[in-house]
Nanobody
């Protein structure tokens, strides 16, 4: 089992920044690929970003490329999402997810473990 706890969400004005953290406990963190997904009110959960277990591969959805950066610190069992130039359309609950294996994948159904989510609200 892997337990995931997100933090760092909040209310920010458009153009501002937030840094989300996801602390993992349980099995060896470095053997899991990690990802961030988000779900806005009335919408389906969508992929945001993913990182391989080594951190060597990262992928982003087109709408956040150049603004968001995913990273991980395996020594701290933590994955981060640095979000810059935030827009009102980034408003959502952000979820951290983990999947066994090295490959960074964008499909939510492939992820075995999920956090409870952290709310990000961007005001215009």
């Amino acid at each position: 089992q892997v337990q995931l706890v997100e933090s760092g969400g909040g209310l920010v004005q458009a153009g501002g920044s937030l840094r989300l953290s996801c602390a993992a406990s349980g099995r060896t963190f470095s053997s899991y690929a990690m990802a961030w997904f988000r779900q806005a009110p009335g919408k389906e959960r969508e992929f945001v970003s993913t990182i391989s277990w080594s951190g060597g591969s990262t992928y982003y959805t087109d709408s956040v490329k150049g603004r968001f950066t995913i990273s991980r610190d395996n020594a701290k069992s933590t994955v981060y999402l640095q979000m810059n130039s935030l827009r009102p359309e980034d408003t959502a609950v952000y979820y951290c997810a983990a999947k066994a294996g090295s490959a960074a994948i964008t499909t939510s159904s492939r992820y075995n473990y999920w956090g409870q989510g952290t709310q990000v609200t961007v005001s215009s």
